[in-house]
């Protein structure tokens, strides 16, 4: 009776079906499948479908026309005449760049608040804050801030003299506005990366430098930050990726007003395809698709060093 | 008022019960009736439960479901679901707003509905709007003037009398302004409140006909008669007459400078009347009158938006459906959704009557008597939307930089020349 059972259990293991005799091979690949093709389908082919869309003038109701590259001829057009497109384009410029400041104030406010003094935990949750409120509710409270008539900010230039400015109102000022808005919560989230890598620093590594008579920025510089490198790495992808997305506070912020000055490449995108007046999907798609082609360079850069740091690890 | 009241009451049950009549002589209603509404906000959202509900007790075997949604979301989503889950009503916009989904085959054509006498004789004044290609593709069921609305306390503080054409206009401004007061309130955020004073402004500029051509595509924005519109409008810029920062404000937070008595005027719809009352001025402080002749001899023609009921192409329950519409802008319910207790505006069919409010009563006379040149919708209403997005995109930018006029209108031009092909 148990021989015959066991035989039975050795048939399955040795069985001649294809499946059995590859287990261990595909069993990886079955787990992985559902991701895979939630990954294929929701974000490999709405890419591919993007670049279809582009090619083709169509009001997401009736028939679409294929237009071949007319959509980026236009779009080429607008740049050369510092259109709409040449404005969005210059303020996702201005965006990456400004919006990378959140990397050493969070590392200037996460090495200020790395200390033991009593209480150390509420100053660090009320520095964490502006992360935890959502990105609506910082855009309604910097509008208010910034109110020409009302707000605190013309209040407090007032004091020593200067004139009301209306930030969200004046083209030249107005991005850099709602750069500064969305600088406050993005800060306290590199202070939050920074404040945990702060904790994994090495202290005989410390020590070791201030033997050497290491101290103030040589310090920071030499033996700090160096050692900070994972949390730089990560600090900077969300950083690049919030610019990129910056398109909730200027919804909330201006609707990418006045006249069009402080939109972004994802909120004209929106605008010329999804808004109320948008019926343009092939012009969407064909923004869509420059967004795209520059996230890609940073992409393939963060893969590529990623890649570099795996096999540096072997 | 009372007897006013009771008056309205009593013509408003009879006429409910001619309509009951009427009704019950066709086949019973039966089966779902799925309701989308964009009339989000308190009173207006009221007003349209009542209709239905008293549709209901007209009508107890058919299942009716209404979903309201949010008056600016209800602009982007109406398009999903028009074609995915389309209901058997929706509300929407007159004129050349209702296009896309038009010509997208998506609206019911309802030219059967106003074949019906009923209809036919009492709506004759909206059917432009109504018409696309020589079909009608749903009803409106409101409509409302648009016009200046300004401080009567304050006109009375400086002596001033309403303007009847261009330089009393300017002159009057110029006295509010040596004031110390601004002379008109205005939030371009969301850039409409600039398009309505173009219309405007370029209506009794080069009138009506000559808008309509231009809202059409057929007129280069580059004219002379369009630069003359902006000539006209920039005296009142240059003069300082529009409050500072209007491009940072929505056309609710220019309301206080009104109330406080810092601007004086507001070339705005009936709509914005109630908030003006409701922030505590009084019939004594707050009047209208009808926007000034400019050019002399061009006919006066006025803003009216007019909204609407449509029934889409792939509804379930499209009798029910039609039956809705003919009950929405029947006599007595037109009275009643628009009287000031509920939406506050004018009636579409011409046999209700227009409720007893200073206001209504002028802005009507006004629609009906005093607009020889015409009734537009709006400027977002009339031009195709990419058309009305970019130019009102210009105004805005106009009213804040005026000396950028002509690079303003180039850009005009190239997208007047991509979008209408």
Redesign the interface.
Known sequence: MSESSLQDVRAVNGGGSWFHRNQIAITPWLFLAPGVLFFIFYVISPIFQSFNVSLYEW????EAEYIGLQNYQ?LYWEFV?R?AFFVSLKNNVIWLFLYLLAIPAGLMIALFLNQNVWGIRLYKSLFFFPFVISQVVVGLVFTWFY???FGLLNTIIGWVGLGPI?V??DERFVTYGIIAAGLWPQTAYCMILYLTGLNAVDPEQVEAGRLDGARGWKMLWHVIIPQLKPATFIAFVVTIIGALRSFDLISIM??G????SSRVLAFYMF?VA???????MGYGAAIAVVLFLIMLCFIAYFLWSMWKEERGAR | MRSILKASIAAFGLAAMTIGGTSASGQALSGDLKIFLDTSNPAPRATMEAVIARFQAEHPDLNIETTVIDREEYKTQIRNFLTANPPDVATWYAANRMRPYVDAGLFEDVSDLWNEPEIAENLASTKGAMTIDGKQWGVPYTYYQWGVYYRKDIYEELGLNEAANWDEFKANCEAILASGRKCFTIGTKFLWTAGGWFDYLNMRTNGFDFHMQLAGGEISWEDDRVKQTFANWRELIDMGGFIDNHQTYSWQEALPFMVNGDAVHYLMGNFSVAPLRDAGLTDDQLDFYQFPVITPGVALSEDAPTDTFHIPANAANKEAAREFLRFVVSAAEQTEINNGNNLGQLPVNAMSSVDDDKFLNEGFAMLSTNSPGGVAQFWDRDAPAEMAKVSMEGFQEFMAKPDNLDRILAKLERARQRIYK
């Open positions: 009001d997401g109701l009736g236009d005449d259109d109110d020409p008539t209306n969200l109102g201006t609707q007003g006045p006249f069009g605008e999804l808004s109320e007046y948008g019926f343009r």
